[in-house]
Protein backbone atom coordinates (compact mmCIF):
# COMPACT_ATOMS: atom_id res chain seq x y z
CA UNK A 1 0.00 0.00 0.00
CA UNK A 2 1.16 3.51 -0.68
CA UNK A 3 2.07 5.64 1.87
CA UNK A 4 1.01 9.54 1.50
CA UNK A 5 3.97 11.17 2.74
CA UNK A 6 3.04 14.87 3.47
CA UNK A 7 6.59 16.03 4.82
CA UNK A 8 9.28 15.46 2.22
CA UNK A 9 13.07 14.64 3.16
CA UNK A 10 14.73 17.66 2.60
CA UNK A 11 16.68 21.18 4.69
CA UNK A 12 13.14 22.55 4.48
CA UNK A 13 11.48 19.22 6.06
CA UNK A 14 11.44 20.75 9.58
CA UNK A 15 9.94 24.24 8.61
CA UNK A 16 6.89 22.26 6.37
CA UNK A 17 6.23 20.13 9.43
CA UNK A 18 5.72 22.72 11.55
CA UNK A 19 3.62 24.76 8.80
CA UNK A 20 1.43 21.61 9.32
CA UNK A 21 1.82 21.94 13.07
CA UNK A 22 0.27 25.55 13.08
CA UNK A 23 -2.18 24.46 10.42
CA UNK A 24 -3.48 21.77 12.76
CA UNK A 25 -3.44 23.92 15.72
CA UNK A 26 -5.79 26.73 14.34
CA UNK A 27 -8.46 25.14 12.83
CA UNK A 28 -8.56 22.60 16.05
CA UNK A 29 -12.52 23.27 18.20
CA UNK A 30 -10.74 25.02 20.79
CA UNK A 31 -8.14 27.58 18.85
CA UNK A 32 -7.22 30.71 20.58
CA UNK A 33 -7.14 34.57 19.27
CA UNK A 34 -3.91 34.50 20.62
CA UNK A 35 -2.88 31.18 18.75
CA UNK A 36 -4.29 33.03 15.44
CA UNK A 37 -1.93 35.82 16.73
CA UNK A 38 1.31 33.50 17.12
CA UNK A 39 0.69 32.24 13.66
CA UNK A 40 0.73 35.11 12.03
CA UNK A 41 3.91 36.16 14.15
CA UNK A 42 5.25 32.79 12.91
CA UNK A 43 4.44 33.69 9.39
CA UNK A 44 5.80 37.27 9.19
CA UNK A 45 9.16 35.80 10.91
CA UNK A 46 10.80 34.78 8.05
CA UNK A 47 9.61 34.45 4.12
CA UNK A 48 10.60 30.87 4.40
CA UNK A 49 7.90 30.24 7.21
CA UNK A 50 5.41 32.25 4.46
CA UNK A 51 6.16 29.62 1.76
CA UNK A 52 6.15 26.65 4.18
CA UNK A 53 2.63 27.75 5.16
CA UNK A 54 1.48 28.62 2.00
CA UNK A 55 2.41 24.98 0.86
CA UNK A 56 1.15 23.16 4.07
CA UNK A 57 -2.45 25.03 3.22
CA UNK A 58 -2.64 24.00 -0.26
CA UNK A 59 -1.98 20.65 0.93
CA UNK A 60 -4.59 20.76 3.00
CA UNK A 61 -7.07 22.17 0.76
CA UNK A 62 -6.45 19.68 -1.56
CA UNK A 63 -6.60 16.32 0.28
CA UNK A 64 -8.15 17.41 4.06
CA UNK A 65 -9.26 14.06 5.12
CA UNK A 66 -5.86 12.28 3.22
CA UNK A 67 -4.27 14.91 5.99
CA UNK A 68 -6.32 13.46 8.75
CA UNK A 69 -5.53 9.98 7.95
CA UNK A 70 -1.71 10.48 7.54
CA UNK A 71 -1.90 12.51 10.82
CA UNK A 72 -4.04 9.59 12.60
CA UNK A 73 -1.52 7.18 11.43
CA UNK A 74 1.77 8.41 12.66
CA UNK A 75 3.05 9.02 9.19
CA UNK A 76 3.29 12.63 10.31
CA UNK A 77 4.23 13.66 13.19
CA UNK A 78 3.51 17.49 14.75
CA UNK A 79 6.44 18.71 15.94
CA UNK A 80 5.91 21.37 19.06
CA UNK A 81 5.94 24.72 17.38
CA UNK A 82 9.17 26.44 18.42
CA UNK A 83 8.52 30.10 18.15
CA UNK A 84 8.92 31.72 21.80
CA UNK A 85 6.33 33.99 21.50
CA UNK A 86 4.06 31.35 20.61
CA UNK A 87 1.88 29.06 22.76
CA UNK A 88 3.00 25.47 23.01
CA UNK A 89 1.21 22.96 20.47
CA UNK A 90 0.14 20.38 23.29
CA UNK A 91 0.79 16.74 23.19
CA UNK A 92 -2.58 15.95 21.96
CA UNK A 93 -1.41 17.85 18.70
CA UNK A 94 1.73 16.22 18.29
CA UNK A 95 0.44 12.94 17.05
CA UNK A 96 -3.45 13.36 16.45
CA UNK A 97 -5.59 10.87 17.46
CA UNK A 98 -8.78 9.81 15.73
CA UNK A 99 -10.78 12.05 17.25
CA UNK A 100 -9.06 14.99 17.11
CA UNK A 101 -7.75 14.52 13.71
CA UNK A 102 -11.57 13.86 12.31
CA UNK A 103 -11.63 17.77 14.11
CA UNK A 104 -8.82 19.45 13.16
CA UNK A 105 -9.60 18.02 9.41
CA UNK A 106 -13.53 19.55 9.67
CA UNK A 107 -13.15 22.52 12.12
CA UNK A 108 -12.76 26.15 10.77
CA UNK A 109 -10.69 29.35 12.27
CA UNK A 110 -11.83 32.68 12.24
CA UNK A 111 -9.66 34.18 10.39
CA UNK A 112 -9.39 35.07 6.41
CA UNK A 113 -8.66 31.72 4.72
CA UNK A 114 -4.95 31.52 2.63
CA UNK A 115 -6.69 30.06 -0.74
CA UNK A 116 -9.94 29.74 -0.07
CA UNK A 117 -9.16 26.84 2.68
CA UNK A 118 -12.01 27.31 5.25
CA UNK A 119 -14.55 29.53 5.82
CA UNK A 120 -14.35 33.39 6.02
CA UNK A 121 -15.23 35.00 8.96
CA UNK A 122 -18.32 36.87 6.99
CA UNK A 123 -18.94 32.44 6.34
CA UNK A 124 -19.03 31.86 9.50
CA UNK A 125 -21.10 34.35 10.65
CA UNK A 126 -23.69 33.71 8.26
CA UNK A 127 -27.84 32.90 10.00
CA UNK A 128 -27.26 29.45 7.37
CA UNK A 129 -24.57 27.39 6.16
CA UNK A 130 -24.50 23.85 4.10
CA UNK A 131 -21.95 21.57 3.94
CA UNK A 132 -20.50 19.94 1.19
CA UNK A 133 -23.65 17.94 -0.50
CA UNK A 134 -25.81 19.55 1.93
CA UNK A 135 -29.18 21.37 0.89
CA UNK A 136 -31.65 23.01 2.82
CA UNK A 137 -34.80 25.06 2.55
CA UNK A 138 -35.76 28.01 4.62
CA UNK A 139 -38.25 30.50 4.75
CA UNK A 140 -37.57 34.15 5.60
CA UNK A 141 -41.16 34.77 5.60
CA UNK A 142 -44.56 33.33 4.84
CA UNK A 143 -44.34 34.24 0.98
CA UNK A 144 -40.90 33.96 0.29
CA UNK A 145 -38.85 30.50 0.04
CA UNK A 146 -34.85 29.74 -0.35
CA UNK A 147 -33.73 27.02 -1.41
CA UNK A 148 -29.53 26.60 -0.64
CA UNK A 149 -27.90 24.71 -2.67
CA UNK A 150 -24.15 22.97 -1.73
CA UNK A 151 -21.40 25.30 0.27
CA UNK A 152 -23.90 27.85 0.54
CA UNK A 153 -23.97 30.65 3.24
CA UNK A 154 -26.65 33.27 3.72
CA UNK A 155 -27.13 36.33 5.97
CA UNK A 156 -30.84 37.43 6.48
CA UNK A 157 -31.26 41.29 6.12
CA UNK A 158 -33.09 43.22 9.09
CA UNK A 159 -36.76 43.81 8.74
CA UNK A 160 -37.82 46.53 6.41
CA UNK A 161 -40.92 47.58 5.65
CA UNK A 162 -39.51 47.60 1.99
CA UNK A 163 -38.27 44.64 1.05
CA UNK A 164 -37.85 40.84 2.48
CA UNK A 165 -34.00 40.18 1.56
CA UNK A 166 -30.56 38.36 2.62
CA UNK A 167 -26.91 38.50 1.54
CA UNK A 168 -25.96 35.29 -0.24
CA UNK A 169 -22.37 35.04 0.90
CA UNK A 170 -21.31 32.44 -1.15
CA UNK A 171 -22.95 29.47 -3.00
CA UNK A 172 -25.49 29.14 -5.29
CA UNK A 173 -30.05 29.39 -3.83
CA UNK A 174 -33.25 29.52 -5.64
CA UNK A 175 -35.30 32.32 -4.18
CA UNK A 176 -39.49 32.40 -5.10
CA UNK A 177 -41.54 35.09 -4.06
CA UNK A 178 -45.18 34.07 -4.18
CA UNK A 179 -47.62 36.63 -5.59
CA UNK A 180 -48.97 37.21 -2.21
CA UNK A 181 -46.47 38.41 -0.85
CA UNK A 182 -46.84 41.49 1.19
CA UNK A 183 -43.40 43.07 -0.20
CA UNK A 184 -40.25 42.33 -2.63
CA UNK A 185 -37.44 40.20 -2.21
CA UNK A 186 -34.35 41.37 -2.67
CA UNK A 187 -30.81 39.42 -2.36
CA UNK A 188 -27.56 41.19 -1.94
CA UNK A 189 -24.49 39.36 -3.59
CA UNK A 190 -21.26 40.58 -4.15
CA UNK A 191 -22.22 44.20 -4.64
CA UNK A 192 -24.93 43.45 -6.49
CA UNK A 193 -28.75 43.61 -6.06
CA UNK A 194 -31.29 41.49 -7.34
CA UNK A 195 -34.96 42.34 -6.89
CA UNK A 196 -38.00 40.06 -7.41
CA UNK A 197 -41.88 40.34 -7.01
CA UNK A 198 -44.17 37.35 -7.66
CA UNK A 199 -41.10 35.53 -9.59
CA UNK A 200 -38.79 33.01 -9.14
CA UNK A 201 -34.96 32.92 -9.56
CA UNK A 202 -31.91 31.18 -9.28
CA UNK A 203 -28.65 32.90 -7.76
CA UNK A 204 -24.77 31.76 -7.92
CA UNK A 205 -22.01 33.47 -6.26
CA UNK A 206 -18.84 32.39 -7.21
CA UNK A 207 -15.79 34.38 -5.12
CA UNK A 208 -16.68 37.81 -6.58
CA UNK A 209 -18.57 36.68 -9.99
CA UNK A 210 -22.64 36.50 -9.69
CA UNK A 211 -25.06 34.58 -11.97
CA UNK A 212 -28.39 35.64 -11.64
CA UNK A 213 -31.36 33.19 -13.50
CA UNK A 214 -34.83 34.25 -14.23
CA UNK A 215 -36.89 30.76 -13.65
CA UNK A 216 -40.31 32.57 -13.85
CA UNK A 217 -41.77 36.01 -13.76
CA UNK A 218 -39.39 39.24 -14.13
CA UNK A 219 -36.74 40.02 -11.75
CA UNK A 220 -34.46 43.36 -11.83
CA UNK A 221 -30.91 43.28 -11.53
CA UNK A 222 -28.14 46.14 -10.61
CA UNK A 223 -24.94 46.32 -10.42
CA UNK A 224 -22.82 49.62 -10.04
CA UNK A 225 -24.40 51.88 -12.64
CA UNK A 226 -26.31 48.93 -14.66
CA UNK A 227 -29.40 47.73 -14.29
CA UNK A 228 -31.45 44.78 -16.09
CA UNK A 229 -34.81 43.38 -16.38
CA UNK A 230 -34.43 40.10 -16.77
CA UNK A 231 -37.75 37.72 -17.48
CA UNK A 232 -37.95 33.80 -17.75
CA UNK A 233 -35.03 31.75 -19.69
CA UNK A 234 -32.60 34.91 -19.14
CA UNK A 235 -29.66 35.07 -17.09
CA UNK A 236 -26.74 37.51 -16.10
CA UNK A 237 -23.73 37.78 -14.54
CA UNK A 238 -21.59 41.14 -12.89
CA UNK A 239 -18.01 40.71 -11.01
CA UNK A 240 -15.53 42.72 -11.09
CA UNK A 241 -16.89 45.81 -12.25
CA UNK A 242 -18.44 44.56 -15.34
CA UNK A 243 -22.05 43.07 -16.50
CA UNK A 244 -22.02 40.17 -18.68
CA UNK A 245 -25.23 40.88 -21.91
CA UNK A 246 -28.42 39.06 -21.15
CA UNK A 247 -28.55 35.35 -22.29
CA UNK A 248 -31.18 32.68 -22.71
CA UNK A 249 -30.39 29.83 -20.79
CA UNK A 250 -32.17 26.48 -20.09
CA UNK A 251 -33.52 26.10 -16.56
CA UNK A 252 -33.44 23.07 -16.12
CA UNK A 253 -29.74 22.85 -16.57
CA UNK A 254 -29.74 25.33 -13.80
CA UNK A 255 -31.88 23.92 -11.51
CA UNK A 256 -31.02 20.15 -11.99
CA UNK A 257 -29.80 20.09 -8.41
CA UNK A 258 -32.89 20.72 -7.02
CA UNK A 259 -33.95 17.16 -8.45
CA UNK A 260 -30.96 15.39 -7.47
CA UNK A 261 -28.58 15.72 -10.76
CA UNK A 262 -26.48 17.64 -11.99
CA UNK A 263 -26.50 18.44 -15.71
CA UNK A 264 -24.25 19.73 -18.82
CA UNK A 265 -24.57 20.84 -21.80
CA UNK A 266 -21.44 20.90 -24.07
CA UNK A 267 -19.54 21.96 -21.27
CA UNK A 268 -15.78 21.71 -21.38
CA UNK A 269 -14.50 18.91 -19.14
CA UNK A 270 -12.70 21.42 -16.86
CA UNK A 271 -15.85 23.46 -15.35
CA UNK A 272 -17.57 20.00 -15.08
CA UNK A 273 -14.98 18.62 -12.90
CA UNK A 274 -15.21 21.75 -11.26
CA UNK A 275 -18.79 22.18 -10.44
CA UNK A 276 -18.87 18.12 -9.14
CA UNK A 277 -15.91 19.07 -6.50
CA UNK A 278 -18.67 21.72 -4.69
CA UNK A 279 -20.72 18.40 -4.27
CA UNK A 280 -18.40 15.38 -3.22
CA UNK A 281 -15.80 15.54 -0.56
CA UNK A 282 -12.31 14.81 -1.16
CA UNK A 283 -11.13 16.98 -4.66
CA UNK A 284 -11.49 15.64 -8.21
CA UNK A 285 -7.64 16.74 -9.76
CA UNK A 286 -7.49 17.68 -13.63
CA UNK A 287 -4.10 17.31 -14.54
CA UNK A 288 -4.22 17.36 -18.32
CA UNK A 289 -5.21 20.95 -19.26
CA UNK A 290 -5.84 19.36 -22.94
CA UNK A 291 -8.10 16.59 -21.90
CA UNK A 292 -10.08 19.33 -19.86
CA UNK A 293 -10.72 21.21 -22.86
CA UNK A 294 -13.00 18.12 -24.21
CA UNK A 295 -17.18 18.99 -24.09
CA UNK A 296 -19.32 17.26 -21.97
CA UNK A 297 -23.01 16.21 -22.43
CA UNK A 298 -24.48 14.63 -19.73
CA UNK A 299 -26.69 13.98 -16.48
CA UNK A 300 -25.38 12.51 -13.53
CA UNK A 301 -27.28 12.22 -10.04
CA UNK A 302 -25.65 13.69 -7.30
CA UNK A 303 -25.96 10.54 -4.74
CA UNK A 304 -23.64 8.84 -8.04
CA UNK A 305 -21.26 11.43 -8.32
CA UNK A 306 -17.94 8.77 -8.99
CA UNK A 307 -19.88 8.05 -12.42
CA UNK A 308 -18.57 11.29 -13.99
CA UNK A 309 -14.91 9.62 -13.33
CA UNK A 310 -16.26 6.16 -15.17
CA UNK A 311 -17.35 8.15 -18.23
CA UNK A 312 -14.03 10.45 -18.26
CA UNK A 313 -12.17 7.07 -18.07
CA UNK A 314 -14.43 5.17 -20.92
CA UNK A 315 -14.90 8.18 -23.36
CA UNK A 316 -12.24 10.30 -23.26
CA UNK A 317 -9.49 7.35 -22.41
CA UNK A 318 -8.27 9.16 -19.36
CA UNK A 319 -6.19 7.78 -16.36
CA UNK A 320 -7.96 7.61 -13.46
CA UNK A 321 -5.75 7.49 -9.79
CA UNK A 322 -7.78 7.23 -6.55
CA UNK A 323 -5.96 8.30 -3.37
CA UNK A 324 -6.72 8.39 0.20
CA UNK A 325 -8.99 10.99 1.52
CA UNK A 326 -11.36 11.25 -1.28
CA UNK A 327 -8.91 12.70 -3.62
CA UNK A 328 -9.13 11.83 -7.22
CA UNK A 329 -6.08 12.26 -10.17
CA UNK A 330 -7.39 12.42 -13.91
CA UNK A 331 -4.69 12.82 -16.53
Same mark, same amino acid.
Request: aromatic residues 4%; contains cysteine; proline residues 3%.
Given at each position: ?? !???L?P??ED ?5 E?I???V #? ?6 T ?5 A???W ?6 H??A ?5 ELW?AM? $?? %?????K??D??LP???D?? &?P??GR? *?F??GS?? &?A??A?? =?A?I?P?L?L?? $????L?AD =??T ?7 I?I??A? $? %???N?Q?S?A?H?P??A?H??E ?5 AI????R?A??P?? /?VA?S?VT ?5 NFDI #??D? $?V??V????G /???V?Y???Q??L?E ?5 YG ?5 AV ?6 V /??AW??? =???F???P?? *? %??T? /??? =? ?6 L ?5 GQ??V?A #? ?7 D????V??V?G??V? !???G ?5 G
Open positions: MT !TLRVQHAARERAAWL #RITDEDAEEDRALKRIAASPDAKFSKATKP $SA %VATAVSGVLVAVRA &AVVR *NMIGA &AAAAA =YVDPGWP $SLREA =YRATGQQKRASTV $S %VEMTTILRSDFGFLIAGEVGADGDRVQ /VAGTAEAA #RCA $SVSTCLS /VIRQRDRVNPKQQVSGGEMSRMTDPA /VTQEG =YLMRKELV *N %VIE /VNR =YRPGRIVLDAKLNLT #RFKLDRLNVLVQREFATR !TLPGVVLV
